[in-house]
């Protein structure tokens, strides 16, 4: 069974950087392509980034495309978001996420394997 644990969130300042981990549990780590979420208090979840098992393949949601970017250490069954330049609309709940069905499953939020969530909070 897989399992998803976030680490990493904080509050910070607009403009500065932070990095989130997600620490997958379970088998063949490195056959899963992995999906990061957020949800801000009112509003939907948003599609954040998402990338395949080989990472030959990165997507990004328009709002954090050219600040973020999506990594993973496979030996170490880790996906990364490093997040640049933070603003306060980046104030959320993250969420790491993935599917069996892989990329287009997850970047559309059908995802069958999320993990608790790392508060992000960004003041001005």
């Known amino acids: 069974q897989v399992q998803l644990v976030e680490s990493g969130g904080g509050l910070v300042q607009a403009g500065a950087s932070l990095r989130l981990s997600c620490l997958f549990s379970?088998?063949?780590?490195?056959?899963?392509?992995m999906g990061w979420f957020r949800q801000a208090p009112g509003k939907e979840r948003e599609f954040v980034a998402v990338?395949?098992?080989?990472?030959?393949?990165?997507e990004y949601g328009d709002s954090v495309r050219g600040r973020f970017t999506v990594s993973r250490d496979n030996a170490k069954n880790m996906v990364f978001l490093q997040m640049n330049n933070l603003k306060p609309e980046d104030t959320a709940v993250y969420y790491c996420a993935t599917d069996p069905g892989g990329r287009n499953n997850i970047k559309r939020g059908h995802a069958g394997v999320w993990g608790q969530g790392t508060q992000v909070t960004v003041s001005s």
């Open positions: 379970g088998r063949s780590f490195d056959t899963w392509d």
């Open positions: 990338i395949t098992w080989h990472s030959a393949i990165t």
